[in-house]
């Protein structure tokens, strides 16, 4: 479509309408994290809290609308029992309201291949109509090679077909690379494409040792914290990192953690007297 330059330069341009702060409606987008941190968790709560239901996360006031998630990774069974864990935290009408606006088809053995038009053509019609698509995980919505930047794109490319055809968002998570600290932009596994072809990407990195001192969090209950940022946004500002802390059944809830005053190193102080060696 071609832009109407004079009008673009005399007249105020529509608002951008936002998913999530910095994730533009109908763009594509990524939730990165090591494997077991809680990726899925994260994208339900997100997709309960756009469909109508309670901010579990805490992330503020959004704009609703539908949602479909399609988890390709877990088995039914798993996501019934986060889904139980889920409802006890949503009264009768909240569930009610989830129930109608969010749709789960497990897609697990089936293979699905965006690079397939038959594939392709299936996420197209989920995706109509809805303000957000969640696939979970990319790796598992195709068969070509993660490390080749040229299927790579191939794959983003298909995905900003249907976001831009239909208007829907699409989230789709990811693995980070073995090694990589999950809140770095390149954390993301596979080609560099995943990350540079994207125009937004966010993280959940696990607690590490530092940050739990750093944050008063006893070494037996860090496991239970993990940090969630924005490490790529191309509209709007850098967001602060938060923290969320794993509850009954896995659901995850806001942290309120305060970070501890640093204690200045302590100075060994020499004795009159007596040989150097002795202060050490």
Known sequence: MALDLMTAFTEPPPPIDFVLPGFVAGTVGALVSPGGVGKSWFALELGIQIVGGPDLLGLGELPTGQVVYLPAEDPPVTILHRLHALGANLTAAQRRVVADGLLIESLIGRCPDILNQVWFDYLRQMAKGRRLMVL?????????????????????????????????????????????????????????????????????????????????VDEAQRGFFVRYGV?????????????FKRHDGGVLKPAALERQKRRPPSKSKSVAGRGGNESW
């Open 231 to 243: 490490s790529k946004v191309n509209f709007g500002a850098p967001l602060q990192d938060r923290w």
């Open 136 to 216: 979970d995980t990319l790796r598992r919505y195709h068969l070509a090679d993660e490390n080749g930047s040229q299927p790579m794109a191939q794959v983003i490319g298909r995905l900003e077909a249907i976001a831009a055809d239909t208007g829907c968002s699409i989230v789709f998570l990811h693995h980070a690379s073995k090694g990589a600290a999950g809140d770095q932009q390149q954390a993301s596994r596979g080609s560099s494409v995943l990350v540079d072809n994207i125009r937004w990407q966010s993280y959940l990195s696990g607690m590490t040792a530092a940050e739990a001192e750093e944050w008063g």
